[in-house]
């Protein structure tokens, strides 16, 4: 029982922190969110989260900034620097090489994602019991633009952008005025790496141009279907999915369709903080 409440507690702070990551972060605010002693409160985190709070805090200021680098071109090396709370852009470059074995102007240019993830690969606090609410649309066939990833989902990202480049190049499917899917084909923790396909899409209106980048016209058939919100990062979307089959499948005498969950992405990691993040997820059903 102790043990589940220091796991609810330390959910509680990391939860805290990735909605201020712009603010100043210290023990008695860190210890207080907690309900413990600023006695304990380090070692406690240190347990149940795998690493300082120290640590996780400049780790989520730093994932935040390889999005940026990632996904917004427009912004300077400098700007991120200083919005991830670090006092000059050197000591930003030594801490984000020393995270990721790649200076910031070298990851803008070609990004590591395989490196990138093993950084993300800790405990994390468990959630408890997965609770959600559950809606059956009516969905209309969604004529898609799309770009497929074959292989680890630790190098998605590396489509992603390319599909990102796409659509402000061509601006056949705008990010703005679109739709935004996303597409496994399976579960990419079961599946053999090289088994997996992930699209990502966007909805268009009319015929798109050849492109040097592959994306492909298609659609996601129309139908009904069950649609629950995820909120927060997309590192966690399994824990609906997997709610939506197990706790809500089983009790709602519904039956799959043949195509796959999918996700609608309502808005997007470099535009709003990590926390923030809206994602519908849809389980298309067979008609009543």
Same mark, same amino acid.
């Given at each position: 029982m102790a043990s589940n409440r220091h796991q609810v507690r330390m959910l509680m702070v990391?939860?805290?922190i990735q909605?201020?990551?712009?603010?100043?972060?210290?023990?008695?605010?860190?210890?207080?969110?907690?309900?413990?002693?600023?006695?304990?409160?380090?070692?406690?985190f240190s347990a149940?989260?795998?690493?300082?709070?120290?640590?996780?805090?400049?780790?989520?200021? /730093?994932?935040?900034?390889?999005?940026?680098?990632a996904f917004?071109?427009?912004?300077?090396?400098?700007?991120?620097?200083?919005?991830?709370?670090?006092?000059?852009v050197e000591a930003f470059s030594r801490a984000f090489k020393r995270t990721f074995a790649q200076s910031p102007s070298q990851f803008r240019q070609q990004a590591?994602?395989?490196?990138?993830?093993?950084?993300?690969?800790?405990?994390?606090?468990?959630?408890?019991?997965?609770?959600?609410?559950?809606?059956?649309?009516? /969905?209309?066939?969604?004529?898609?633009?799309y770009l497929s990833h074959y292989g680890a989902i630790d190098k998605v990202l590396e489509t992603v952008g390319q599909?990102?480049?796409?659509?402000?190049?061509?601006?056949?499917?705008?990010?703005?005025?679109?739709r935004t899917f996303g597409i496994p084909y399976g579960d990419p923790y079961v599946l053999p790496a090289n088994q997996f396909r992930f699209d990502v899409a966007g909805s268009i209106t009319q015929a798109i141009s050849d492109n040097r980048f592959g994306v492909q016209v298609g659609e996601i058939p129309g139908g009904r279907c069950a649609v629950a919100v995820h909120k927060g990062s997309h590192d966690n979307i399994s824990d609906t999915i997997y709610a939506l089959y197990r706790d809500w499948l089983p009790n709602s005498d519904q039956e799959l369709r043949d195509y796959p969950c999918f996700f609608e992405y309502l808005n997007f990691i470099h535009e709003?903080?990590?926390?923030?993040?809206?994602?519908?997820?849809?389980?298309? /059903?067979?008609d009543a």
């Open positions: 990391c939860d805290y909605q201020h990551l712009d603010e100043t972060l210290n023990l008695e605010q860190l210890s207080q969110v907690a309900a413990l002693s600023k006695y304990h409160f380090h070692r406690v149940v989260v795998g690493m300082s709070s120290t640590k996780y805090i400049q780790l989520a200021r /730093l994932k935040r900034a390889s999005y940026r680098l917004e071109d427009q912004l300077s090396i400098t700007d991120i620097a200083f919005e991830a709370s670090f006092e000059s590591n994602w395989t490196n990138w993830h093993r950084m993300f690969e800790f405990t994390s606090p468990s959630r408890g019991p997965f609770m959600i609410d559950v809606d059956i649309i009516d /969905l209309p066939t969604q004529r898609i633009a599909f990102i480049t796409w659509r402000k190049q061509s601006g056949e499917s705008p990010i703005a005025s679109s709003v903080d990590e926390c923030d993040l809206v994602t519908k997820v849809y389980l298309p /059903l067979k």
